[in-house]
């Protein structure tokens, strides 16, 4: 949690002017954000925080009109979002979709604000391009990097909208899990959409021999094992196969369901895809819409791409840098909003790059 200094003398005197009371409600919001209710009962936990909310506002949220509650948001809606900033921030860090977890192990994290440095090594091996992208239209900047280098990546704003949410909570709409989910939301649509997409343009550096381009059928499967095969004798380690859900279907469509045992059937009709194809593991991408949208990250060229990677813990090519501290603006306040409306957010920087400096493979599928 922040030091003292960093909250003003309305925040310090609503907590007694003890710090242990703030670490002890910091605590009490971070058990909430994440539904661990111990020392209190959820319904005793939200209205201990709402209540405290109150007090730095200096009103009854919930029985203020609309006027006296942007009156005490102008006044005190830096204060609020001081003490929330910690628990938006442990969420960015901890917060990841469960259902998407094998594939973060391929991306390799920098929290600056744990004391990591922003700073990647790259050493003498058979790829080395880097990716970076700018803002949130995820355009890829290619270029080269010298073995044996230490390189950095690039990082831009990303904004979380604040004050409608906030009312939210303190009119008892939503619990404070449910508070700190809708603010995190747009934080991982949007990371996902540029970690899916740095994930599936890191082709773009691989020799031809590498890729396999060919339809995917029964007939083609003796073709496709015998270049899994030569990809994890290039690479000298076992390999698994990475793609989209409908991608990693197709290819083990290509195995006669009447030759499947009962194990298989029963693994199918429970996840609708097996763990294995012909002995190699499969690890199917779960969709992700992109930020905001109902559109599907992946491209149609996309959803036609199996890599063909190695299995090595060291093998992360995605590279994602987190400046940790959040900061806190505003528009709307100042009556310049036509509507009315009022604008807060907390605002976060990181950045996303792709770094490939170990061989691996691809099937394209063309039909």
């Known amino acids: 949690m922040k030091d003292i200094t960093c909250f003003s003398a309305n925040v310090l005197a609503q907590f007694d002017n003890k710090y242990d009371n703030m670490l002890e409600f910091n605590s009490l919001m971070m058990d909430a954000s994440n539904s661990v209710y111990e020392k209190y009962s959820k319904e005793d936990t939200q209205t201990i ?23 005490a948001w102008r006044d005190h809606n830096k204060e609020i979002a001081t003490l929330i900033e910690d628990v938006i921030a442990d969420k960015m860090n901890s917060g990841w979709n469960t259902a998407n977890a094998r594939f973060m192990e ?10 990591d440095a922003n700073e990647f090594f790259v050493e003498d091996n058979s790829l080395l391009t880097v990716s970076k992208f700018a803002g949130n239209h995820h355009d890829l900047i290619r270029s080269s990097v010298k073995p044996g280098k230490a390189f950095s990546i690039d990082t831009s704003f990303y904004g979380v909208k604040v004050y ?22 747009s934080i991982e649509e949007n990371r996902y959409a540029a970690l899916y997409t740095a994930f599936m343009g890191m082709d ?37 196969l990475v793609g989209t859900r409908p991608a990693i279907q197709k290819l083990q469509g290509t195995v006669n369901y009447n030759m499947f045992s009962d194990s298989m059937k029963d693994e199918r009709n429970q996840n609708g895809i097996l763990g294995n194809w012909e002995g190699y593991e499969c690890l199917p991408l779960a969709r992700v819409n992109k930020a905001g949208t109902r559109e599907n ?41 036509k509507d009315m409306t009022v604008d807060a957010e907390v605002v976060y920087q990181e950045g996303i790059g792709v770094v490939i400096n170990e061989l691996f493979g691809e099937i394209k599928i063309t039909a």
Request: charged share 30%; net charge negative.
């Open 106 to 115: 391929y991306v390799d994290e920098r929290n600056i604000a744990e004391g």
């Open 164 to 185: 409608t949410d906030f009312v939210l909570f303190q009119t008892g709409k939503v619990d404070f899990a449910a508070l700190v989910d809708k603010m995190y939301k």
């Open 204 to 240: 773009a550096s691989l020799p031809t021999d590498m890729i396999l381009q060919t339809a995917v059928s029964e007939s083609t499967k003796d073709s496709i094992i015998a270049q899994i095969e030569a990809v994890a004798a290039a690479t000298g380690k076992d390999v698994i």
């Open 297 to 337: 990250v992946f491209s149609a060229e996309d959803q036609k791409k199996i890599f063909i990677l190695p299995v090595d813990p060291e093998f992360k090519p995605i590279k994602r840098v987190n400046e940790g501290d959040v900061m806190y603006y505003e528009t709307g306040m100042d009556g310049l909003k």
């Open 49 to 71: 925080l709402r209540k405290q909310f109150d007090k730095i506002l200096g009103l009854n949220f919930k029985e203020a009109n609309s006027m006296k509650r942007r009156q």
